[in-house]
Structure formats: structure tokens, C-alpha cells
């Protein structure tokens, strides 16, 4: 694709190709991630940048975006994410322009370098996992990037749409890698001192309440000016429309494997039993299941997982919104086990009033719905305004229905002026995308169903006119 920046995006590339260390502080949707790249490809660098980033961006988000816009052609990313030290020294030797990394592997990576560490530029997207540095204590990670943060690393960017999730005491740590505590404080103490008064809470060992001072955030704003940008999508989007956010996701080899085996044999055979399609569009229904990551037996109560690349997705999602309640649309029940299981400080929408006025008080961090059960009359605004559609399926009554929920009328409406965010998890090489054209455009279903599912043969022409 050709890329044509948009407004917003002007001055995240002017940051970071003329100001060393930087804050960028942009909300989600602005489109960060090619702005940077755009940025690294702009300018003359005396060595590579390495980009920090949680697991599944760091492996999918960064090479994806650098393949998907044509300016970005000649931009080499390599992927230190193995799981075994001789992949990520493999990929550490390739010559690329970029190396991602996720934060896990921070204190492999700092010790495996040493003395030689080549690194230009660090670019630390979902800077919030900074946020605990100390001097003394705090995370491991952290502490092994502050070796070589300023003492071997020119330039810096922290990068987040949310960079004080828990308010201003997030702000210390993150911001110690751009200026090593010069403008809010050289320690911790020092910052918290400056500007937060203390009341311990309990007997002894008693806990410590920090609270910001009235002028706190006004006096950090303005110290922090120099050294950040901060882009607002209430200043950039009609929060009158919602932003939609695709995610595409990369189906694992064996997983892609048996969807397309489902797709061209109508059968496949699992660990626990033998799946077939006795139709067209039953088959589309597996197909959907696989791509979601989990497909139904023959019993239709059994169900087997066959990959956790959403899952993954959806992870990466929740770390952006750094806090901000999301809510998760689902189609089946084996997607709502599956979720409870990766994200235990979920909970269901169920009939009991009170599981919506919790949502609603902000008391519940990730909330699953079925979009059949949050239809006409649920008022779910004030919970939150991100919705992410993890399973897709063709009902367009339903999927409106729930995106009114937290919709854009209804924020307007509750007095929140913000922009509602609606993500797509889709699986490449799927009926996904399929499924949300169909949504989007109002297509008929055996339309889109006919087109997504056509078999290559002349001898299957028949099945799919008798279904048409």
C-alpha cells in the first residue's frame, strides 16, 4: 500500500527523526507503529535500532506493518523471540535495520551483547512496562535496559497510547530512559517527595498510600513538555464515528494445515475424534471455529483447541488499553472457557444485575459477551469504550447491537466525550475476513459463503449452486 501519513502522524515522525530521547504519548488507533518505522527509514542511523515490545508485537506487529506499506520495502526486521538461545543468536546475526525483541528476554539480550552492544536507537513500544524502574529494587528487566539505556544507546523512544494507566506515579520509571531523571527527579524518592504526599495504611509493616499534590499534574506536564509529545484522539477523530482497528493474526502452521484441509475436504481428523462438514455452509462453521482457535467434535458438547493465536491477539490488546476495561465479543461457548482460562480477571456477562452495574463502576477489567445477550436495552457505556470482536460470525443484527452497547450515541449521550475503539481479531487466509465484509457491506450471507468457500474444482460446481 501506498502511505499518505495523515495529520497526527506528521509530527510522531518529526519527534522522533529530530529529537534524541523522546516521549510519544499517542492513543491507540493514531497508527504508531508506521509512523516510527516511517521515521527509522527516513533517517541516516550508525547502527540498528532495536525495538522492545510485548511477545506477540514484537513477533507479528512491527514485520507486518514494514511488509504492508511500499515505502517500507527496503526496511529488514529480524525477530529475537525463540524460545532457544541458538535461534535468537541466529537472529541476531542476520544484518537487518531492525531487531524487535519483547521484554522478557531483555536480560538474555543485554547480557548476550556485553560490550558490543550496536543498538542506535531503542524504541520501547508499551513504554508502561518501564513504569516500576528503581534505582534500587524494581524489575529485573528493567534494571538490565538501564545498563545500557544511556551509557550505550543515543536515541530513545518510549511509545504507548496509555503512559499512566495507574495516574502520575507511573510516570517516574518510564521516563527515567529519556533523561535519566533530570526533570522528574534523579530518584524515585526525590520524584514522590516533589510531588506526592504519603499516609501509611495498616500496623506495621504498614503500606503507603502516595497521593499527587493539586498541583502535581500540571507542574509534571509542564516539566515533561520538552521531551514528549502527546497526541489525543479526541483532537484527530469525530468521536461521532467509532475507530475500527483490524488485527490481523498469523494461524500456526499446523493449524492452517487443518483449515485448509477443512476447507478443501470438508473433514478433518483431530486428536480427539474425526470432524466432518455435511454442508456448505456447516463448513463454513468450522472454518470460522478454526480460525477462532477451537472447533466442536462430532458431539457437538467436545470441543479440541488447535492454536492460542487470538488468544495471543487479545493479550496484546488488554496490554495496550494498560488498565482501560475492554469488552470481548465471543460466538461460542468453547471461546468463552477458553478466554476465562487466559484471562481470569475476566468475567462473564451473565443475568445478574450486578455483573453490569460492576461493569459499569469500572470494577471489571475484561468483560465477555455474547452478542445475543447483549442486545436492545443494556446500557454498557459507562464501563468502558473498547470492544473487541475475538470470534466473528455473520449476524448483523447482533454484531450492531453490541457495538451500540458502548457505542458512540451512547457515550455522547452518558457525557463522555472519547472516541469508541472496535477491534477485529482476524486470522489471515480465513473466512474472517470474509465474515467481517459481510458485516460491513450487508452482503448476503450465501453471497459472501459462496464466493469465501468455492472450491478450485469444476466437480464441486454443483454442491455450491444447490446451496446458492
Request: hydrophobic share 45%; charged share 25%; with cysteine.
Amino acid at each position: 500500500m501506498k502511505f499518505k501519513p495523515r495529520p497526527y502522524q506528521l509530527p510522531i515522525i518529526q519527534a522522533i527523526t529530530t529529537i534524541k530521547r523522546v516521549n510519544i504519548f499517542a492513543s491507540m488507533g493514531i497508527g504508531k507503529t508506521v509512523s516510527c518505522l516511517t521515521a527509522i527509514e527516513q533517517m541516516y542511523l550508525e547502527g540498528p535500532v532495536l525495538v522492545l515490545a510485548p511477545l506477540r508485537v514484537a513477533v507479528s506487529t512491527w514485520p507486518d506493518e514494514a511488509r504492508k506499506w511500499e515505502h517500507l520495502n527496503d526496511v529488514t526486521i529480524s525477530v529475537i523471540a525463540g524460545k532457544k538461545a541458538p535461534e535468537r543468536r541466529k537472529a541476531l546475526a542476520v544484518d537487518a535495520m531492525i531487531y524487535t525483541c519483547n521484554y522478557e528476554l531483555l536480560p538474555w539480550l543485554v547480557k548476550e551483547l556485553g560490550d558490543a552492544w550496536p543498538f542506535a536507537m531503542i524504541i520501547a513500544d508499551e513504554s508502561t512496562k518501564l513504569k516500576g524502574f528503581r534505582l534500587k529494587g524494581g524489575g529485573q528487566r528493567a534494571k538490565e535496559l538501564a545498563k545500557v539505556a544511556h551509557a550505550k544507546t543515543p536515541r530513545f523512544v518510549n511509545l504507548t497510547g496509555t503512559p499512566a494507566p495507574n495516574g502520575l506515579i507511573d510516570l517516574w520509571g518510564q521516563c527515567w530512559f529519556i533523561d535519566k531523571g533530570q526533570r522528574l527527579g534523579r530518584t524515585f524518592s526525590a520524584f514522590t517527595s516533589r510531588w506526592f504526599s504519603s499516609t501509611q495504611i495498616g500496623a506495621v509493616p504498614a503500606a503507603v498510600k502516595l497521593t499527587p499534590h493539586a498541583h502535581a499534574q500540571k507542574e509534571i506536564q509542564t516539566a515533561l513538555s520538552g521531551i514528549t509529545l502527546s497526541i489525543d484522539a479526541r483532537d484527530w477523530f469525530d468521536v461521532k464515528e467509532p475507530v475500527v482497528v483490524p488485527v490481523p493474526v498469523k494461524l500456526p502452521a499446523p493449524a492452517l494445515k487443518l483449515y485448509k484441509q477443512m476447507e478443501r475436504d470438508m473433514f478433518i481428523e483431530l486428536r480427539a475424534g474425526e470432524i466432518e462438514a455435511m454442508n456448505a455452509a456447516s463448513k463454513v462453521g468450522k472454518c470460522l471455529q478454526l480460525a477462532a482457535g477451537a472447533v466442536y467434535l462430532e458431539d457437538g458438547e467436545t470441543w479440541e483447541e488447535v492454536h492460542n493465536a487470538k488468544i495471543e491477539a487479545l493479550e496484546s490488546i488488554i496490554e495496550e488499553a494498560a488498565g482501560a476495561p475492554v469488552l470481548v465479543a465471543y460466538h461460542w461457548r468453547h471461546d468463552l472457557e477458553r478466554l476465562r482460562a487466559a484471562f481470569p480477571q475476566g468475567r462473564a456477562l451473565d443475568a445478574d444485575p450486578k455483573t453490569l452495574r460492576d461493569w459499569n463502576a469500572g470494577k471489571i477489567p475484561v468483560l465477555f459477551a455474547h452478542p445475543a445477550s447483549a442486545g436492545h436495552g443494556l446500557n454498557m457505556q459507562d464501563g468502558g469504550n473498547i470492544l473487541v470482536f475475538f470470534s466473528l460470525w455473520w449476524d448483523l443484527e447482533q454484531h450492531q447491537q453490541i457495538i451500540e452497547r458502548i457505542g458512540p450515541t451512547r457515550q455522547t449521550q452518558a457525557g463522555h466525550n472519547r472516541p469508541v475503539f472496535i477491534y477485529y481479531i482476524q486470522a489471515d487466509q480465513t473466512v474472517d475476513a470474509q465474515a467481517v465484509e459481510r458485516l460491513k457491506t450487508k452482503a448476503s450471507v450465501q453471497e459472501v459463503l459462496i464466493q469465501a468457500m468455492k472450491r478450485r474444482t469444476a466437480a464441486n460446481d454443483d454442491l455450491y449452486r444447490e446451496v446458492a
